[in-house]
Nanobody, 117 residues
Framework: VQLQASGGGWVQAGGSLRLSCAAS????????MGWFRQGPGKQRESVAT???????YYADSVKGRFTIFRDNAKNTVYLQMNSLEPEGTGVYYC????????????WGQGTQVTVSS
């Protein structure tokens, strides 16, 4: 399985970016998909998750500002990021998890987001 993340870039605080994660197979085969962030000198942390049923979960730090959604026809999951803050700077990784045939987790290559103050 390949996950291709894109959409990162440089933005001023208060700006918006939309990240995309394109999967090499049908995303309805995954139980969950999500986005993780790794800031400079920090551990990787979960930012947003969407389940196969469409339920969504967010880190407290991004609630109300980020939205995760998917397009099953395009096998793509998106992360719309609004009102970005400098603390949002980091590498964003796409993740997919499946438990149908044992637990499997897949990672994309990451896309850099830089938010300047």
């Amino acid at each position: 399985v390949q996950l291709q993340a894109s959409g990162g870039g440089w933005v001023q605080a208060g700006g918006s970016l939309r990240l995309s994660c394109a999967a090499s197979r049908s995303i309805i085969s995954f139980d969950t998909m999500g986005w993780f962030r790794q800031g400079p000198g920090k551990q990787r942390e979960s930012v947003a998750t969407i389940t196969i049923s469409g339920a969504t979960y967010y880190a407290d730090s991004v609630k109300g500002r980020f939205t995760i959604f998917r397009d099953n026809a395009k096998n793509t999951v998106y992360l719309q990021m609004n009102s970005l803050e400098p603390e949002g700077t980091g590498v964003y990784y796409c993740n997919a998890q499946s438990v149908t045939f044992g637990y499997n987790t897949f990672w994309g290559q990451g896309t850099q987001v830089t938010v300047s103050s």
